[in-house]
C-alpha cells in the first residue's frame, strides 16, 4: 500500500508542477509511467488497468476532437481571425469581439483546439494593429475557459463529468451556460480594467514577425464540418444511442474524405491528452483501491464538507483544480460521488469550479498552458506573475459568480 501511495502522490505532483521534478517527464509521462508502476507493484492488475479505463470517454473525446480539427483544416479559424482582423475598432472593442468569439466556439468544440489554432493568429491580429498582444491573448484564453464550461463539449472534463454522473447535453447546458455566458462580460471587464494604459506597443519595439494570414476557407469542409457538428449536438439531446458512438460516428464521416488527408486531421487531435487521461483512470483505480479515498470522504463529512452538496464540490472542484489542473481534478472526484436526484447540480459544480479556477494560473488548464507556450514561440513572452495578475482576477469573480448561482438557482 505504501508503494501504491508514494506512485500516486508523485503523478500528481507532476500533474500540479506540469512536470516531474528533477526529471524531463511532463504530466502525460508522469501519468503513463505511475500507471506501469501501479502494475509492476502489483497495485492493480493488468486486467483491472485496462477495465479502469473508460473506453467511452475516450471515444467521444477522440471523436469530438476530430470534430474540432475539421474546422482547423478547413480554414474556418483563419477565415474568421481574417474577419475580426478587419474590423475597425477600438482595442476593448476588440477585444469583446474576441472574448466573445472564444467564449462561444469553446462552448460548441473542444476549447484546447480552438485555443490551439487561434493563439498564433491572435498574435497577427494585434502586432498588425501595433497592439499589445497580451490582454487579447489572455481575454481569448480565459473566455474559452469559461465559455467551454456552458456545455457538455465545451472541454474534456466537461465530457468526463458527464459520462461519470450520466448527465445529458440539455441538463449540464440549463446548469451551467447562464453563469458560463456571464462570466465573458467580466472577463472583458477585468482585462479592460487592468489594459486600460497598456493597450500599444512601442514602434521600436521588436518582435518575431508572424507570418500573414492567408484567407483559404473551404466552404464546403466546413460546411460539412458545421451540419455535422449541429447533428452531434441534436442527437446528443433527442437520442438514446451512446455519445461515445456518435462522436466516432461523426468522426468516421470527417475522415472519410477526397480532398483532405486524414493524417491532417489526426495530427490535431491530442494524442498527450488522451495518453494522460488514460494514465490517470489506472493510477487512480489502483489509488482508490486501497481504500484511502473513501476514508478521506468519510472524514470529510463527519467535519461537515459533503461532496454530494454542490457547493461543498464546487469548492473542492476549484481548490483541487489549482494545484493539480482541471482534467486531473474532476477524474479524481467524479468517481466518488453518489447523485441522488441531482447530477446535474454536482455536473455544473465540477465543470464550473474547474473551469473557472483554471485561470488563476498557468499550469490550471492546458488552454493557459497553450497559449503562454505557443505566444513564447512568437516573441510575446506572458510571465507567470503577469498571466496571474489578471487570471486572479478573472477567476476570483466569476467563482463568486458560479458560487451564487449553485446557491440561489441549483
Known amino acids: 500500500m505504501t508503494l501504491t501511495i508514494i506512485v500516486f502522490l508523485l503523478v500528481y505532483v507532476a500533474m500540479g508542477f506540469g512536470k516531474l521534478p528533477g526529471f524531463k517527464v511532463d504530466r502525460t509521462g508522469a501519468a503513463i509511467i505511475g500507471a506501469l508502476a501501479m502494475m509492476a507493484a502489483d497495485s492493480i492488475t493488468p486486467p483491472h488497468a ?32 481574417n474577419r475580426v482582423a478587419m474590423l475597425k475598432v477600438s482595442p476593448p472593442a476588440l477585444l469583446a469581439v474576441l472574448i466573445g468569439v472564444g467564449g462561444i466556439l469553446s462552448a460548441l468544440l473542444t476549447n484546447d483546439v480552438v485555443v490551439v489554432a487561434m493563439t498564433p493568429l491572435l498574435v497577427s491580429i494585434s502586432l498588425s494593429r ?16 469559461n465559455g467551454a464550461a456552458g456545455s457538455l463539449i465545451g472541454s474534456p472534463q466537461n465530457m468526463i463529468a458527464a459520462q461519470g454522473l450520466d448527465i445529458s447535453f440539455v441538463g449540464l447546458l440549463e446548469a451551467s451556460a447562464i453563469p458560463a455566458l456571464l462570466s465573458l462580460p467580466i472577463t472583458w471587464f477585468v482585462l479592460v480594467w487592468l489594459y486600460r494604459k497598456r493597450w ?9 514577425t508572424v507570418s500573414t494570414m492567408q484567407e483559404n476557407l473551404n466552404v464546403w469542409e466546413t460546411t460539412k464540418a458545421g451540419v455535422i457538428t449541429l447533428a452531434v449536438i441534436i442527437a446528443f439531446i433527442v437520442s438514446d444511442i451512446p ?17 483532405i488527408a486524414s493524417s491532417d486531421m489526426l ?3 491530442d494524442g498527450n491528452l488522451l495518453l494522460l487521461i488514460m494514465g490517470l483512470f489506472v493510477v487512480n483505480a489502483a489509488f482508490a483501491s486501497t481504500g484511502i479515498p473513501q476514508q478521506l470522504l468519510d472524514d470529510l463529512r463527519t467535519h461537515g464538507v459533503d461532496l454530494n452538496n454542490p457547493f461543498a464540490l464546487f469548492l473542492v472542484t476549484g481548490v483541487l483544480s489549482t494545484i493539480v489542473g482541471n482534467n486531473p481534478s474532476v477524474m479524481l472526484l467524479v468517481p466518488f460521488l453518489t447523485p441522488d436526484g441531482n447530477a446535474d447540480a454536482l455536473g455544473a459544480a465540477l465543470v464550473l469550479g474547474s473551469g473557472f479556477s483554471s ?6 488548464s492546458l488552454a493557459g498552458i497553450i497559449v503562454v507556450e505557443q505566444a513564447a514561440a512568437y516573441g510575446v513572452k506572458i510571465s507567470f506573475s503577469e498571466f496571474a495578475k489578471s487570471g486572479g482576477v478573472v477567476a476570483a469573480l466569476c467563482m463568486i459568480l458560479a458560487a451564487i448561482w449553485i446557491v440561489l438557482v441549483l
Open 359 to 364: 485561470n488563476l494560473l498557468v499550469f490550471g
Open 200 to 208: 500599444y506597443i512601442a514602434k521600436d519595439e521588436t518582435q518575431t
Open 267 to 269: 495530427k490535431l487531435v
Open 130 to 145: 501595433g497592439l499589445n498582444p497580451i490582454p487579447f491573448l489572455l481575454g481569448f484564453c480565459f473566455a474559452a475557459n
Open 243 to 259: 455519445r461515445e458512438l456518435i462522436a466516432l460516428t461523426a468522426a468516421g464521416f470527417l475522415l472519410l474524405n477526397r480532398s
Open 50 to 81: 485496462w477495465n479502469a479505463i473508460d473506453y467511452r470517454t475516450i471515444g467521444m473525446l477522440f471523436g469530438l476532437m476530430v470534430v474540432s480539427a475539421s474546422f482547423v483544416v478547413s480554414g474556418f479559424y483563419s477565415w474568421t481571425a
